[in-house]
């Protein structure tokens, strides 16, 4: 099983933290932010990880290597200009992700193999991720199913990425940073993900953002996302 953890970020709302460190790289309670993210994947028996970086990247190499020592094995990938949450994702899959033959999987994928999660790297969560492959695989049967999203509730969602559900959780709007009475819903985005490895051709090659761009572009086109 794969994981992403996006920690290319600047931190720009923290700047006089992270001039310094990036951010998914604060300390709380003595150990980076990240390093839950790297711990609860290793949690629930995901090994390969990947890790895009651009702010300070030398920060987060120096500390997790090659992941040996946390028990999991870390690959990375830099961004020269930042590429947004699902650009990031694109970019990794389609540069690091290879079978045994050395040919991408992004070009020779079946389907359900391959899926992944992603994961924001600069925030904690205690998520069952066992939770999402099985809401996943509920609806496995889906030709047009993209992926499941986590979410938590928040009163003030002005500042978040928020859904609203039909059927089964299904999502059926997307709203990023929604207006004052723009919607009911106060379900937010968790940033935990469990993905088709088909949303891939879904992506833009460049900058792109999952909560503003992809996942309203995949309701749009009817297909599916859970909560």
């Not at 099983?1 to 920690?7: D, G, N, R």
């Not at 978040?160 to 559900?165: D, H, I, K, Q, W």
Request: aromatic share 12%.
């Amino acid at each position: 099983m794969l994981a992403i953890i996006l920690a290319a970020g600047k931190g720009e709302r923290l700047s006089e933290i992270t001039q310094n460190i990036p951010k998914p790289m604060i300390e709380f309670r003595g150990k980076p932010i990240l390093q839950y993210n790297i711990e609860l994947c290793k949690k629930y028996g995901i090994r390969d990880i990947f890790i895009n970086l651009h702010h300070l990247p030398e920060k987060i190499t120096d500390y997790f290597g090659d992941g040996e020592k946390f028990g999991v094995s870390i690959k990375y990938s830099y961004e020269d200009e930042l590429l947004g949450t699902a650009g990031a994702v694109k970019k990794i899959v389609k540069e690091s992700w290879v079978d045994g033959e050395g040919k991408s999987l992004s070009n020779k994928v079946t389907k359900g193999q391959h899926n992944f999660y992603v994961v924001y790297g600069d925030q904690i969560s205690n998520f069952n991720l066992d939770r999402l492959k099985e809401k996943y695989n509920e609806h496995d049967h889906e030709d047009s199913l993209m992926g499941v999203v986590a979410f938590h509730y928040r009163k003030d969602v002005v500042h978040s990425g928020v859904a609203e559900f039909g059927n089964k959780k299904k999502i059926v709007r997307f709203i990023e940073k929604p207006q004052p009475g723009e919607t009911k819903s106060h379900w937010v985005n968790a940033g935990v993900y469990y993905l088709s490895n088909s949303i891939i051709n879904f992506i833009p090659s460049a900058f792109s953002d999952f909560g503003r761009q992809v996942f309203p572009s995949l309701l749009e086109r009817n297909l599916s996302l859970y909560g």
